[in-house]
């Protein structure tokens, strides 16, 4: 291959590599062909193979160098490329051709390619373990290869793959893909199903193991037949179940928890048929978590019921319109040591007075929601920060009356909250976020809708470096101006910004690039 002039030590394009006796005359050394680069001929060396461009950089392109200095560090060269290649040789590894000054090089790429071959070979150790399929028809129909397969699909997905074919059904009906999902049971849908059907649903349950259930639109003949039916597998391995929009009595109620002696964890949504009666028979001491939503007998006797029959209980939701004050009188001692999470949604009869009765019996609250009560004011925060100092979760949405004189108390007080939720609090300002911005542990701050911010309270928040989540959705005053700045906080990992005006589609894409290890919602 020719040499071009500029690019090879000034030679001409007329001179090529010379032939193995023209380059390599007997008795030939490195020295005497550097001597035949300084006088201008292009030489070529047969211990190391350095083409003319080396051997001419290092005789006139270096002129301040001495002659035996150039000679000594080209044998040197030549002797370590020797070396390596003898060392490629008996590991097995074949040498390519080496280059002086390429030494370090030289042993990565035989390193590396020791490593490829170690690779290859256990790869293919593991391959003539698992039988081949010859097509692709046993492809489709191989365990190992749709067990590996099924792993990067979707539960929901996963259900419908199951009725393809017999083969995938028993891949796909093993109890790992199918962990920490709560199926539904729709009994509206299966009002005129005759019992094998049902049978056959309850089996499909046990087969997948799974250890929670929800029961949708079910009457008490419809636990009759579920207890009847399902496997005592079954029966033993539920821990978890929900009844929602259901219109079961007390009697059924009984029925379904005498029948499922595992349940720790009990949701009760939208039964409207339930009453405090049918809760004092029914409710079993082993019970850690309770949900009541939207169940209109609901009430304060209601509240009696669970402080009373379920000593351990760790977590109570609880959404009943008619609950008042009197019902927080209920919680005891007994519950001052277990119950960690209350969340009291939409309560609206719930007043500040209610909150001292409650600070009293549960001052190790963890979690604790207010949303909705509408009657709660800034004198009520102050009750629940002082004595409350346990708490890491707190949610005052929807508390219309909530000003920045709570947040003022909730800064001050509660130094270990990590979450905060004031969406709808429309009386919170830049004022009450200044006091939030001194949080070290303030993890997730929802400000939905709180239309009286503006960017100098978004400003403020960009010195809290613990920072995770923020929500600004809805706050109309905030402009690009103000976003633009939250670009500081590094350490975001999702920013809720819809029905924001500010967000353009310049900014978004500026936060895109300054945070982009940041979930923005928009």
């Known amino acids: 291959q020719p040499f071009n002039q500029q690019t090879h030590g000034g030679f001409s394009s007329a001179h090529s590599k010379p032939s193995c006796s023209e380059a390599n005359p007997a008795g030939a050394t490195c020295a005497q ?89 256990k790869f293919k150790e593991r391959l003539d373990i698992v039988p081949h399929a010859r097509t692709l028809t046993e492809l489709w129909l191989e365990p190992a290869f749709l067990m590996k397969l099924f792993k990067y699909i979707n539960p929901k997905e996963r259900s419908v793959l199951a009725q393809v074919c017999t083969a995938w059904r028993e891949v796909l009906y093993q109890p790992k893909f199918w962990r920490g999902l709560q ?25 997948r193991a799974f250890d929670s259930l929800c029961l949708f639109g079910a009457s008490d003949e419809d636990i009759y037949d579920l207890i009847a039916q399902c496997p005592a597998s079954m029966a033993n391995r539920i821990r978890q179940i929900g009844l929602r929009c259901s219109a079961i009595t007390d009697k059924g109620l009984e029925v379904l928890l005498g029948g499922l002696p595992s349940i720790v964890q009990l949701e009760l949504s939208g039964c409207n048929d339930l009453t405090d009666a049918g809760l004092w028979a029914s409710l079993n001491p082993r019970i850690v978590s ?37 019902a927080l009188c209920f919680f005891s001692p007994r519950q001052t040591t277990s119950l960690c999470v209350l969340r009291l949604r939409s309560c609206w009869e719930l007043t500040n007075h209610g909150l001292l009765n409650l600070v009293h019996s549960l001052p190790n609250l963890v979690q604790l929601s207010l949303s909705g009560c509408s009657k709660i004011s800034d004198d009520g925060v102050e009750l629940l920060t002082e004595n409350l100092r346990q ?34 609090c429309v009386h919170v300002t830049d004022v009450g976020l200044g006091y939030l911005a001194t949080m070290n542990n303030l993890c997730a701050l929802y400000l939905r809708w709180c239309t009286q911010i503006r960017d100098y309270g978004v400003k403020t928040l960009c010195n809290m470096r613990s920072l995770q989540i923020l929500s600004l959705a809805g706050c109309s005053l905030v402009t690009a101006n103000g976003l633009s700045s939250l670009v500081q906080l590094r350490h975001l990992q999702e920013l809720e910004l819809t029905n924001c005006k500010g967000a353009t589609r310049e900014l978004i894409q500026y936060l895109h690039q300054n945070l982009p290890h940041c979930l923005i919602i928009e």
């Not at 729709?186 to 649903?201: A, M």
């Not at 209109?296 to 939701?317: F, G, K, M, R």
């Not at 890491?392 to 905060?420: G, H, K, N, V």
């Open 33 to 121: 062909r550097l001597r035949q680069c300084e006088m201008g001929e292009p030489s070529w060396c047969g211990l190391c193979r350095c083409p003319p461009t080396v051997l001419w950089a290092m005789s006139g392109g270096a002129a301040e160098v001495s002659f035996t200095k150039r000679a000594a560090q080209e044998l040197s060269r030549c002797f370590n490329g020797l070396n390596v290649r003898s060392a490629a040789k008996n590991q097995g590894t074949t040498a390519a051709a080496f280059y002086p000054g390429n030494e370090t090089q030289h042993l990565l790429q035989c390193r590396g390619a020791r490593i490829r071959t170690a690779c290859h070979n």
């Open 183 to 207: 199926p539904v049971v729709n009994f509206r849908d299966l009002k005129t199903s005759g019992p094998c059907v049902r049978l056959g649903i309850y089996k499909s349950l046990d087969r």
């Open 290 to 326: 309770l949900t009541l939503a939207d169940c209109i007998n609901v009430a304060d006797e209601t509240v009696a019921a669970i402080t009373q029959l379920l000593p351990s209980l760790y977590e109570l939701n609880l959404q009943a319109y008619h609950v008042t004050d009197s």
């Open 391 to 424: 708490l890491r979760s707190l949610d005052l949405s929807w508390c219309p009356r909530i000003s920045d004189a709570s947040l003022e108390s909730i800064a001050c007080e509660l130094t270990q909250l990590e979450e905060l939720t004031l969406d709808r």
